[in-house]
């Protein structure tokens, strides 16, 4: 356990340095850890057991953070893959929404225009239907005289 008390108080070699930490807090001494041969005072041994204690809260918290950012990483990761995933069919939904409605656009004005080929046809018809009415009155009166005629005494 001095072994490891004695590690964390000395910095990283080069080698390791270079490397990733997950916790990003480290705690360094100043000073050169006491050799193994060396006796301590019991005062002494409470402040290292307490500074080794402080040292592993730290780190644990440190790695309690870090975890929390990755996972928080991931997360945002995934909602942002799922909004793109998202925009992606929004656009499909749009473009075939805007087909639809072109399509509808196009078959209203087709179906406006037939309404205004029949209104044309049917002023056209109006006149007919007058010109057939006064040809029937015509013709009515013409039967008229032709059967007073037959039917001469």
């Known amino acids: 356990m001095e072994a490891d008390a004695a590690s964390s108080l000395n910095p990283p070699a080069p080698e390791e340095a270079l490397q990733e930490d997950p916790s990003p807090v480290r705690f360094y001494s100043s000073c050169a850890a006491a050799p193994a041969s060396a006796v301590m005072s019991p005062g002494a041994r409470e402040a290292a ?3 080794e204690a402080v040292e592993r809260d730290a780190a644990a918290i440190a790695e309690s953070y870090a975890s929390l950012f990755a996972s928080l990483r991931i997360t945002l ?8 995933d998202n925009m992606e069919c929004l ?13 509808a656009s196009s078959r209203g004005n087709k179906y406006i225009h037939s309404c205004l080929r029949l209104n044309e046809e049917m002023r056209g018809l109006e006149s007919l239907s007058m010109q057939l009415k006064i ?11 032709v059967d007073r005629l037959l039917h001469l005494p």
């Open 135 to 145: 040809m029937r009155k015509i013709v009515d009166s013409l039967d008229l005289a």
């Open 91 to 103: 656009g499909e939904v749009v473009g075939r929404l805007q087909e639809s409605a072109l399509e």
């Open 49 to 51: 057991a307490a500074m």
């Open 77 to 84: 990761s995934n909602v942002t893959s799922t909004s793109a």
